[in-house]
């Protein structure tokens, strides 16, 4: 019984969250000045709010396609790969620089999602290798031959 | 003719080099499951920007082309389809993979690849000079329907709901209509700073559809992906030839179901590749060895996706109307380096147009050959574990983002909407129809406002906006899209989702 009512439950927050966003939309658009410059967005949150409030609607009365959702067991999979993924993008790109940040990020996912045993010592020789490796590409590609100034790093 | 007049620009020794690069690393990108053709033709539009126009779009378009056909490479010697495209060629390829006849599939693969990708090109040269000429006769309202008709056509026949597809249409629309009103010069809906300059539209492509297939590798957890790869033997590429001739109705019908299905907005390869198996199979005298390691059963998917290739830019290079999502974000490798497709394309920068339109030509025989050649490398390298897999998305995704505009803002909206997206697709709702509401959001509002001042001074917008043939032609063709998609879904005959299908 879980199994069916949690992506059910799931997409009526989700459409939820959709159909007050429109709201918002349609509030901005249409209470602010001056009205000429929100003309086309007042066109477009109308239909946004009528096809937001009926696929709410759809969902709260069970009538939509609800999707595969997300289970406990997949959320509980991505979450350590989310989070590390947030860090690298929300703060350490910019507080520890580029370079720095995605090698830690990198070597972090490998470590997290990597099949391999973490007892063996030629799997983490290998996780370094190819964290190197890639990270080598990266610079190759984007400080030499793109010159992409990235944020100062921490270390160099 | 006007293409063979450029003819000679596509092997200047950059723009051949980066055609065979392009060909090579889409062969190999295209053979990695969960790296579909979209995202890795997003992923390489910051390596465009500081190449020529033609060179840009010449990586791309090859990129494009060859991942589609790389894709067969591991559906038939892993049986895991690289891209959605790909997954009517494993019924008989890896079939045939398994019975000893490795080679022969690929061969079979990658000639009819070849001629359907050519048929498609051919198509696209014939058609987008008239059409382009066509377009020169639409005015404000016209164009202002035409892109409702992009996003309303996408987000009805893509998605698995036809209101979340035009749900997620608007919600693009609104997206790019975020940051400063060209008009007026007005703040609109800037609630944060990072969205002062708008949503950049490369790293918006790059989010969407990078970042929810980062997150779904996460969601598979720590799984060994390796499936066997299985050795291929020696096979005559005079014999495959000559099969190739025996089942020129398969090749026939796939060839020109793609180029048909092709060129309707928002349908794709993996539809392409399906329907062109299922009809060969009908009207095939062996239909009952379909199945089996039949022949006639890689030639028609495998000429069908390619030949999609080709009709499938015909609406975006001729009215600025992206067909596809892959088109989408070719829309935005043209807009990068200031160039508009429609009439100002062809009239203006014919040598771009042509140069690109005739690397794809060749690029298609590249494919074939090179294919061959680096089958067996592909399919290693289609081994890599999702783990390091989605961490080189990731970095490339946040690299990539960031070099657009030298921002971070750039780097916090890709991952928002990428991570919004994730969630959203668990709910049915598709990033191509947002993705081109984004693009044409402001193609349909500049257009909105200019028709609204000139019915201002003649009719009323009623009059300008719903009358004319154009204008009625148009708006009939958004209305049978939406009645349509309508039908269908209360039949319950949607368009299969990708999921369903790799599932």
Redesign the interface.
Known sequence: MSEVSL?RT??II??GG?ML??LW?AY?SYS?E?A??????R???S??VV??T??FV?ACLGW???????TGG??M??L???IV??I???WA??GLG?YTA?SV??FA??T????APHTALKTWIKRIL?TAG?MAV?YG??AKL??????QEIFF | MEFLYYFGDVFTPINFGLLMLGTIGGLILGATPGLSPTMAVALLI??T??MEPAQGLILLGAVYTSTVAGGAVSAILLKIPGAPANIATTLDGHVMAKNGQGTRALQLSFLSSAVGGLFGIFLLITLVQPLSDLSLVFGPSELFWLAILGVTVIGALDS??L??G??AG??G??LG?IGY?D??G?Q??IFHPALGGGINVIAALIGLFAIPQ??T????????NKAEVIRVEKHSILDAMKEMTQNVRAMTVGSLTGAIIGIIPGVGGQIAGLVAYDQTRKLSPNRDKFGTGHAEGVIAPESANNAMVGPSLVPLLTLSIPGSPTAAVLLGGLLIHGIFPGPDLFNNHPDVAWTFINSMLLGQILMCIFGLMIAGVAARVAQV????M???V???A??GS??VQ?S?AD??IM?VLG?SMF??????FSAAPLVLGLIL?PI??SN??QG?QIAAAQDGAFTYFLTGSLNLILVGIVAASIVYSAWMEMRGHRTTSK?EITS
């Open positions: 992506p799931q997409h989700a459409s959709i966003l429109g939309v901005i602010s001056p000429a410059a929100f003309l086309f967005p066109l477009i949150s239909f946004f096809l937001a009926w696929t759809k939509s396609k609800v999707g595969g959702g997300l997949s959320m999979k991505l350590p790969g989310l993924a947030l690298y993008v929300f790109a910019k580029f995605t990020a990198f996912l490998l997290l999602y990597d099949p190819v890639f990266m590609l984007f793109l010159k992409v100034y990235t944020p | 910051p390596f920007f500081k698995r709901s209101v979340k035009l749900l608007c919600v629309m609104w209509s009103d008009q007026l007005v609109r809906f980062i997150i590798m996460f969601a598979n957890g720590r799984i060994d574990p999702q783990s390091v989605a961490a080189m990731l970095g490339l946040v690299f960031y070099s030298h971070m780097v916090y991952a991570i969630f959203l697709e668990r709910f049915g959001g349909a509002e909105y406002v609204a999921e």
